[in-house]
């Protein structure tokens, strides 16, 4: 157990309406991730942050936004949700950056977008 | 060009079984992590096993073991006596990059195999 959460697990929203999910991790890792999933396509990075407010852009992030305040907390934002958006989304944390780091998920928050 | 493939969609096997699930990936850096995860109906990512770019031997992890040749660029992963329990997705990712340094670097994941395991 890497000790990540993320909230809500399951929302359902309308097109239009911000959206802002949360990763909470208890172990202070360092790296932390955005991952979203749709079939077909596996799992792709939206953003990832090496520290308190470092953060990177990944292979998906237009119309997406993270926040990292605290070392614990990874905030990722939809300003203006789309029905594209509909996914499941995870966060991962790693302790170190680089490739020969595993890195663990959290259980996933799935999203609707209507 | 793809950077992992995994060439079948679904596996069937019985318990008790072997199973070798293919994976290949493409990449030109000299560091490079291949992992393994496990994806069960419920939703969650399990890490299982990783493989470094230079480690000489094949990784093991209880039933799991990554068969690894690197000039095939192969990393395919192996499970012994099958459970029940291993019916699952399974998706093979890798990351690559400098080794060391700030920046992150993503899994680029596969698009997965089923595995189903009857009894």
């Given at each position: 157990d890497a000790g990540i959460t993320q909230s809500p697990r399951?929302?359902?929203?309308?097109?239009?309406?911000?959206?802002?999910?949360?990763?909470?991790?208890?172990?202070?890792?360092r790296y932390?991730?955005?991952?979203?999933?749709?079939p077909g396509h596996g799992l792709r990075l939206i953003?990832?942050?090496?520290?308190?407010?470092?953060?990177?852009?990944g292979e998906?992030?237009?119309?997406?936004?993270?926040?990292?305040?605290?070392?614990?907390?990874?905030?990722?934002?939809?300003?203006?949700?789309?029905?594209?958006?509909?996914?499941?989304?995870f966060c991962a944390i790693s302790e170190e950056g680089g490739p020969l780091d595993?890195?663990?998920?959290?259980?996933?928050?799935?999203l609707t977008v209507l | 060009a793809q950077k992992i493939t995994q060439t079948q969609p679904g596996m069937f096997v019985q318990e008790k079984e072997a199973v070798t699930l293919d994976?290949?990936?493409?990449?030109?850096?000299?560091?490079?992590?291949?992992?393994?995860?496990?994806?069960?109906?419920?939703?969650?990512?399990i890490f299982l096993i990783y493989q470094g770019s230079y480690d000489q031997q094949n990784a093991t992890e209880g039933r799991y073991s990554l068969?690894?040749?690197?000039?095939?660029?192969?990393?395919n992963l192996v499970i012994s006596a099958s459970q029940l329990g291993d019916s699952a997705m399974y998706f093979c990712a890798m990351r690559e990059g400098p080794q060391?340094?700030?920046a992150g670097t993503a899994l680029i994941f596969g698009k997965g195999t089923t595995l189903s395991v009857s009894s």
């Open positions: 399951h929302k359902v929203t309308e097109t239009g309406t911000p959206v802002t999910l949360r990763c909470h991790q208890t172990e202070n890792h932390m991730y955005w991952y979203r999933q749709d953003h990832y942050s090496y520290g308190v407010k470092d953060t990177d852009k998906v992030s237009d119309g997406y936004s993270v926040s990292r305040s605290k070392t614990e907390d990874f905030l990722l934002t939809l300003e203006s949700a789309t029905s594209s958006q509909t996914s499941v989304y595993t890195q663990y998920f959290g259980p996933g928050t799935r | 994976c290949t990936y493409d990449t030109s850096d000299p560091s490079y992590g291949l992992f393994w995860y496990k994806q069960p109906s419920s939703g969650e990512m068969n690894f040749q690197k000039a095939r660029k192969s990393a060391w340094g700030q």
